[in-house]
């Protein structure tokens, strides 16, 4: 008897669609935190 395919790849799609814990900085291309309002590298403004 099989498993359910379906419900295994749904999970592994809604963890991998997980928020990433960081972004690249516009400016200067540093990766930072998601949650940096200010560029520690370049100390730009993020919006
Ligand atoms: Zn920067």
Excluded: H, Q, W
Excluded at 7 to 36: L, N, R
């Amino acid at each position: 008897m099989k498993g359910n395919v379906l419900d295994m790849a749904v999970g592994i799609i809604i963890g991998a669609a997980a928020e990433p814990a960081t972004k690249v900085c516009p400016y200067c291309f540093t990766t930072i935190s998601v949650k940096a309002i200010r560029c520690p590298n370049c100390t730009s403004e993020l919006k």
